[in-house]
């Protein structure tokens, strides 16, 4: 027992490293072809950042674990809307952009109803199914909304989008071919284990202990895979750059319920249970709390008191599906 609980944490520290060893080489290869930095940090670090939950999907689908892929995707969304952002407030008050609350939380709320009408509207039998061609439109969905973040960006001409991001990029420019092709086969062997070890370990202790695919997913998996944003969000309050936190984790949020779920559901339909809905209904409520956040006050920001709100809920949330 105390082995898989080892094991989990390893594939974690696989998952994450292996990412960040991924995405350093396809920057580097990137910027060789003289690609922009602007374009690099929206498409190959955002999607970088999301590698150890595309892995464990892939993982989950080809065995046929639903549960895990869909309880991972929302689960995900909970821990960074509740949890990420109300530890976050802790340090500092988050600035919640308009630009952001406007147009990108609503866009987020789409992609939740979206998902409740394709997991409730197919019904195989006695269970409901997500199948592959609404996989393929939520594959679809999100190359949309990862074109029109670009050309938004493009025609707003901000340059401080994500200036951390690029600064970053500019700081991976300087490996050698070999070193990349290095970088990439760890960073592909380090997500590829360490799935493999979160999915069959997590699997391992929910046999142990008789919990369900479902609580996992939205549990253990779900926070594991948060870490990247729980870390990231505590250092931009230490250096006072909360101001991009919302639309990081707002983007996040929408990659994660069209990304994972339609990738895995392209691989093999997905059983979607009902005990899901309760779920994306909260995911839902939490995006309105934070516009109406934004809307209510003075300065546009998530206080300490809300932002202690938010976590009390997340853990409310976690005993109600223990």
């Given amino acids: 027992m105390l082995w898989d609980f080892v094991l989990i944490l390893l594939g974690f520290v696989f998952l994450i490293k292996g990412a960040d060893l991924l995405v350093r080489a396809a920057t580097s290869i990137a910027k ?9 940090g929206l498409t190959i670090v955002a999607v970088g950042t999301s590698l150890p939950e595309i892995f464990i999907t892939i993982t989950s689908a080809v065995d046929g674990h639903s549960d895990l892929i869909i309880g991972n995707a929302v689960g995900s969304c909970i821990c960074n809307f509740l949890f990420v952002i109300g530890v976050t407030s802790l340090f500092r008050p988050i600035k919640l952009d308009k630009r952001i609350v406007n147009r990108h939380l609503p866009i987020g709320i789409i992609a939740m109803i979206l998902l409740l009408f394709f997991g409730n509207t197919n019904q195989l039998g006695d269970v409901h199914v997500i199948t592959r061609g609404q996989g393929a439109f939520l594959i ?5 909304y990862i074109i029109y973040t670009i050309f ?5 001409k901000n340059k401080k989008i994500d200036q951390e991001i690029i ?8 490996y050698a071919t070999r070193t990349i092709i290095i ?10 284990f360490g799935s493999d070890f979160v999915v069959d370990h997590s699997l391992e202790i929910a046999r142990t202990f008789g919990l369900s695919e479902q609580f996992l997913g939205m549990t253990i998996i779900a926070v594991g895979t948060a870490l990247p ?4 969000g505590i250092i ?3 250096k006072n750059e909360t101001d991009l936190l919302i639309g990081n984790i707002s983007g996040s949020n929408i990659l994660n319920l069209c990304l994972l779920i339609g990738l895995g559901a392209m691989i093999q339909p997905l059983t979607f249970s009902t005990e899901f809905n309760s ?13 109406l956040v934004a809307t209510m006050s003075e300065k546009n920001e998530l206080d300490k008191k809300r932002g202690i709100l938010l976590i009390v809920v997340y853990f409310i949330y976690l005993f109600s599906i223990a």
């Fill in 279 to 291: 779920s994306i209904l909260i995911l839902i409520a939490t995006t309105v709390f934070l516009q």
């Fill in 32 to 40: 060789k072809f003289g690609l922009s930095e602007l374009l690099i």
């Fill in 229 to 232: 944003e729980i870390i990231t």
């Fill in 152 to 156: 938004e960006e493009q025609q707003l």
């Fill in 140 to 144: 679809l969905c999100i190359i949309l």
């Fill in 236 to 238: 931009a309050a230490r």
């Fill in 183 to 192: 970088y990439m086969i760890l960073g592909i062997l380090g997500l590829k």
């Fill in 167 to 174: 600064n970053d990029v500019k700081d991976k420019d300087k």
